[in-house]
């Protein structure tokens, strides 16, 4: 497997403008997660899904922000308006829940810059 | 109740030595304690997790310490390496969820 695939990588985009990242989780997996590293706050948890079923999106900070799974192989983090200060590394991850040691498996990031 | 404490931000060893990250959790129902290795412009990945029912574990150089009672555990890297060079998280979550609360990071530089 390629692992969890994120695209695109790099995005720069204006303030006010809709950001769209997506999202392919591993094959098989159940659960996935939307991510975001920024030095001030370093990892935080924006939502989960499970089943493709949003669990928590306690983290989404706002409702600039939303998150879709359609389907069990592809999701969608969007910001709408962005601004400025949305700007960090968005990751997604996935997992398998088979037990007490599940390992998250992370994408290589979306490097957000909203100017 | 979700925090995950981090110490330090950052640790500069020298080849050979032993690097020690400490972390701290106040939610006693967390259960699950996995330390991610993060190297620049990738994603975190899995170094070595371990459950509260044991008080140590070990992976080649990397070892876990957990102390229960004061809510505390640590990574140890014996004989650090340059290729150790990383950002280090640890992280919490209980069984049920796979939710993953992690700490700050901790920027680990082995000078050669």
């Known amino acids: 497997d390629a692992g969890v695939i994120q695209s695109p990588r790099h995005e720069v985009t204006e303030m006010g403008q809709e950001v769209t990242l997506r999202c392919k989780p591993i094959?098989?997996?159940?659960?996935l997660f939307w991510y975001r590293q920024t030095m001030m706050r370093g990892l935080e948890l924006l939502i989960y899904?499970?089943?493709?079923?949003?669990?928590?999106d306690s983290g989404m900070p706002e409702d600039r922000f939303s998150a879709k799974m359609p389907n069990a192989s592809f999701s969608t983090l969007k910001i709408q308006p962005s601004e400025p200060r949305d700007s960090a590394v968005y990751f997604c991850?996935?997992?398998?829940?088979?037990?007490?040691?599940?390992?998250?498996?992370f994408g290589q990031g979306t490097r957000l810059t909203v100017v | 109740q979700q925090q995950v404490k981090q110490s330090p931000q950052s640790l500069i060893v020298q080849k050979g030595g032993i690097s020690i990250i400490n972390c701290a959790y106040e939610?006693?129902?967390?259960?699950?304690f996995p330390w991610y290795q993060q190297f620049p412009g990738k994603g975190p990945a899995l170094l070595i997790a371990?459950?509260?029912?044991?008080s140590e574990k070990k992976e080649g150089r990397f070892t876990i310490s957990f102390n229960k009672s004061a809510k505390q555990f640590s990574l140890h890297i014996m004989d650090s390496q340059p290729g150790d060079s990383a950002t280090y998280f640890c992280a919490a979550s209980m069984y049920r969820g796979n939710k993953l609360v992690f700490g700050a990071g901790t920027i680990l530089r082995v000078k050669s």
């Open positions: 991850a996935s997992s398998l829940w088979g037990g007490p040691n599940t390992e998250a498996f």
């Open positions: 899904f499970n089943n493709n079923v949003p669990i928590d």
């Open positions: 371990i459950r509260p029912d044991v």
């Open positions: 094959s098989g997996h159940d659960y």
């Open positions: 939610n006693t129902a967390f259960d699950y």
